[in-house]
């Protein structure tokens, strides 16, 4: 189960596009709420997000991909597994993201909140247009 949230959550970040079947999508759902619960994030920041708003520094935001990335495996005491983000990509979205996520690494910030929240600038900066939030 770990491995499914983990690739739903890396392909729901960086590619808007690609489809869900129904039982990822429960689990980008669950994800969401739980997270979104957990930090009282307002939603409406991480739909302004999915419509091409740049990410803005809301330290409940911060907190709220802090959350996601933590549940989904791809972060651990403040550090982003990038080769792990990497290694579950599908092929077409590795080829035109590993260079982007390697280059980004993990974005140290003042808290674990603002690391993830800084690394996900980096991703929107290197690739908004496939950029995407749950």
């Known amino acids: 189960m770990a491995i499914h949230l983990l690739s739903l959550l890396i392909i729901t970040l960086i590619c808007s596009s690609l ?10 759902k669950m994800l969401r709420e739980s997270c979104a619960s957990e930090t009282g994030v307002d939603l409406s920041l991480v739909e302004g997000v999915n419509k091409g ?13 802090k959350c996601t990335m933590e549940t989904a495996g791809m972060m651990s005491e403040g ?40 690394t996900q600038v980096c991703w929107q900066k290197a690739n908004k247009a496939d950029y995407f939030l749950i």
């Not at 489809?19 to 980008?28: C, H, I, T």
């Not at 983000?85 to 590795?94: H, K, N, S």
């Not at 080829?95 to 909140?113: F, I, N, P, Q, Y």
């Open 79 to 118: 550090n982003v597994d990038v080769e792990a983000v990497i290694a579950l990509l599908p092929d077409d979205f590795r080829k035109r993201s590993e260079h982007h996520l390697r280059a980004c690494g993990t974005k140290k910030g003042s808290d674990d909140c603002d690391t993830a929240f800084q």
């Open 19 to 28: 489809a869900m079947d129904e039982e990822m999508a429960e689990l980008a």
């Open 53 to 65: 708003a740049d990410l803005t520094p809301d330290d409940k935001l911060k907190c709220y991909m």
